[in-house]
């Protein structure tokens, strides 16, 4: 069986608070520039999302979108913004946490691939740019 190749931008969450990787956490992916290109997973077992489903008028995969976005304001020649959007609310229960969702934006490369690692608890979390 062929193995999917990733698409240009992941996600790895962990809750700091088990240990252990988020499964199951539903995670949205908007290029801030281009509103209606909007990207849904659920992280899987180990917390990874590798790769994204398009909804809401988002036509075909993400490499097509990541590459089409230029001219962005504010931006260098070539990149764009993109946010993560996490679900922490559903995951923890929303009397269970401070943050009930997380929001992440960030400065895309074209031709660069972008890793952004979570660590999540109910009143904290931290984010870098992972490799």
Known sequence: MATQSRDPITCH????????????????LVCCTIPNVIFHCKTNADGRILNWQNTQG????LGAHYAAVEGTPNCPVGSSIWKLKFDTG???GPANTFFPVVELS??????????????LAPYSFTTYRGS
């Open 13 to 28: 969450v962990l809750d700091t608070t088990t240990g252990r990787p988020a499964a199951n956490l539903s995670v949205t």
């Open 58 to 61: 988002s036509q075909g995969e």
């Open 90 to 92: 559903a995951h923890y």
């Open 106 to 119: 960030f400065l895309v490369k074209e031709g660069e691939h972008f890793h952004v690692p979570l660590l």
